[in-house]
Nanobody, 124 residues
Framework: QVQLVESGGGLVQAGGSLRLSCAAS????????MAWYRQAPGKQRELVAE???????????NYLDSVKGRFTISLDNAKNTVYLQMNSLKPEDTAVYYC??????????????WGQGTQVTVSS
């Protein structure tokens, strides 16, 4: 089985930076699709950043309009870890951030799932 564990959240002042990490453990061969979502109190979960490597579909990189130019999603294959670098943070970025991923396993199957979430709070 695969487990996704997020870390790196916290309290930061507006204009500051945080880097979220999502470490995947298990019998993973490679990532196909990875994404970061966020959910603020009273709001629906929204897609913040997505990176599709294009093994089974076209490669694509998507960002929520409000984070373009400030957030960057990346993957360290050697560490099986997905990152979200967040710069120039704003109070409206405050939310619980979740990663999800689709990965290929050593037995030839695929796994899709979510992490437990990490809280990001940006003070004004």
């Amino acid at each position: 089985q695969v487990q996704l564990v997020e870390s790196g959240g916290g309290l930061v002042q507006a204009g500051g930076s945080l880097r979220l990490s999502c470490a995947a453990s298990g019998s993973i061969v490679s990532f196909n699709d990875m994404a970061w979502y966020r959910q603020a109190p009273g709001k629906q979960r929204e897609l913040v950043a997505e990176l599709v490597l294009g093994i089974t579909s076209s490669r694509r990189l998507n960002y929520l309009d409000s984070v373009k130019g400030r957030f960057t999603i990346s993957l360290d294959n050697a560490k099986n870890t997905v990152y979200l670098q967040m710069n120039s943070l704003k109070p409206e970025d405050t939310a619980v951030y979740y990663c999800n991923a689709e990965v290929y396993l050593t037995d030839g199957s695929t796994w899709y799932g979510w992490g437990q979430g990490t809280q990001v709070t940006v003070s004004s």
